[in-house]
């Protein structure tokens, strides 16, 4: 049993089942942990460079709407002389670190705060926006600057004098820095940054703590199989914490009470066996001593004595080839000669063979038929074990009794059913009976010379071809055993 609990162990142990358990929930709760925090800092970042920029923009643009009209108000697109504007541009390139752009109606620079594009022509797409009334700005985050083109109108009024319409007279084209705005999301970046690694090394030491506390019932479990498995203890398992901790244990008891039942019926096995082959030997042993010890024995004494020696010989020969097929079975139990057989011809051929013993106690045996039935089978040892079951219904029948074998199919099984009436069996051994050397009733067992495997050897056959066998009887009336075969072999 410690082979097999040692088994067990050292599969859990190479699944790493907990250790695993343990490194899922670990790095589960550093994604939940970690993950919502970096993209709160990505989201946090972007959010405040957008709106940096929002503001940064609408700041420029009040302020350029106020030039606009105070180049109008002193005709600067016709002359730059004036003193008071060239000022306030310089200022406004100074105070944003930028550059300022005046385009007239033909787009032609008139002014450049940089001095660079004096007379020029400047024909882009923002600029033609512009002329149409419209004001555009424009952030570009790789080189650093918001770009913002803003219309210099003029309200005339029409030819009658009815109302009055807006008349783009040129373009600002400002350039405006965003170094400051940049310095700042770095800063915040490296400071939200030492925040996530702080908030990381105390997410890494809860979850090692949080992971070590849910995998404990696990370590409990494993210690107490090596306890099993050390022969420490042979007691159940009883470790609740979890639903899949008391799945484990409840699978561990489970295979630890087949375990023990193995072992015990292992031991009962051995004893049987002892038991069983040292009658005979004890018997002959004592009938021997007993013509040794005198010295004059009649003959017909020493042919008595001579035919209970060979009778005990017998026996023992039966025990001992039931348990040579019983171990052939055991491990040969793929090795199935299966073929296409004719049911009713087997089962025939078997009744031809045991109606001599039934009429030595008077046993009638009927064969009924319902219809003719082809079946892939090991014929050799389907024989067998119908053989044994009939062989025990005229054995354990009464005088003037009766043992009827019924056959039957459908489209996918064939059944047989052996029914005798005879002495019965209880309801409570009727799972005991196909246990090896088991006997109902022992002293009319010795009687006829049964050795209590038969009905293994039956059942072994019969779960060989992937049927079933069961039985059901009444006390001093009788028993059916109901024998369940595919009629075509499942490998």
Not at 9 to 37: A, D, H, N, Q, W
């Amino acid at each position: 049993m410690n082979a097999i609990v040692g088994n067990i162990l050292m599969r859990i142990k190479k699944l790493r089942l907990y250790r695993s358990f343990r490194i899922r929930i670990f790095i589960l709760m550093l994604i939940i942990g970690i993950v919502p925090t970096a993209i709160l800092q990505a989201g946090i970042m972007d959010n405040y460079e957008t709106r940096a920029v929002s503001v940064r923009t609408n700041e420029v643009s009040n302020q350029l709407m106020v030039i606009a009209n105070h180049l109008l108000f002193y005709n600067y697109l016709q002359d730059t002389s004036s003193e008071l504007i060239n000022a306030e541009l310089e200022q406004l390139s100074s105070l944003y670190d930028g550059r300022v752009l005046i385009i007239n109606s033909n787009f032609n620079v008139v002014k450049d705060t940089y001095g660079l594009s004096e007379g020029k022509t400047i024909i882009s797409e923002e600029v033609v926006k512009c002329f149409k009334g419209e004001t555009v700005a424009n952030y570009d985050r790789v080189n650093g600057f918001i770009e913002i083109t803003t219309p210099i109108t003029e309200s005339v009024k029409t030819a009658d004098e009815e109302y009055e319409m807006t008349v783009v007279k040129g373009v600002m084209l400002t350039s405006v820095s965003t170094d400051t705005i940049s310095t700042t999301v770095e800063i915040l970046r490296r400071k939200s940054l030492i925040i996530q690694m702080v908030m990381c090394i105390a997410i890494f030491g809860v979850a090692m703590g949080v992971s070590g506390f849910l995998t404990k019932p696990f370590n409990r479990v494993t210690n107490a199989i090596n306890e099993v498995k050390e022969g420490y203890t042979n007691e159940a398992l009883t470790i609740s914490d979890y639903h899949e901790t008391e799945h484990i244990v409840d699978a561990f008891n489970q295979v630890l009470r087949r375990m023990r039942l193995l072992d015990e019926s292992r031991e009962e096995f051995v004893s049987n066996v002892s038991h069983e082959l040292r009658t005979p030997l004890t018997s002959m042993k004592v009938l021997s001593d007993s013509l040794l010890s005198q010295n004059e024995v009649p003959n017909e004494l020493y042919r008595e004595f001579l035919q209970d020696i060979a009778n005990e010989i017998d026996r023992e020969n039966q025990i001992i080839n039931d348990l040579l097929t019983l171990v052939k079975l055991d491990k040969t139990n793929k090795e199935l000669n299966i073929e296409t057989v004719s049911v009713n011809e087997m089962i025939e051929l078997i009744l031809k063979r045991l109606r001599p013993i039934a009429w030595k106690r008077d046993v009638e045996i009927i064969f009924e038929s319902n219809r003719s039935v082809n079946a892939e089978i090991d014929e050799v040892k389907i024989t067998l074990a119908l053989t044994n079951l009939v062989e025990n219904a005229v054995k354990y029948n009464r005088e003037h009794g009766f043992v009827k074998v019924t056959l039957d199919a459908d489209h996918q099984f064939f059944t047989v059913e052996v029914e005798d009436s005879g002495i019965g069996i209880p309801e409570s051994s009727y799972e005991q009976i196909f246990e090896r050397f088991y006997r109902e009733d022992k002293s009319h067992s010795r009687e006829i010379g049964g050795t209590g495997l038969g009905l293994s050897i039956t059942k072994n056959v019969i779960l060989m071809h992937r049927g079933t066998i069961t039985v059901s009887s009444v006390l001093n009336q009788g028993t059916v055993f109901t024998v369940k075969l595919p009629l075509s072999y499942i490998k």
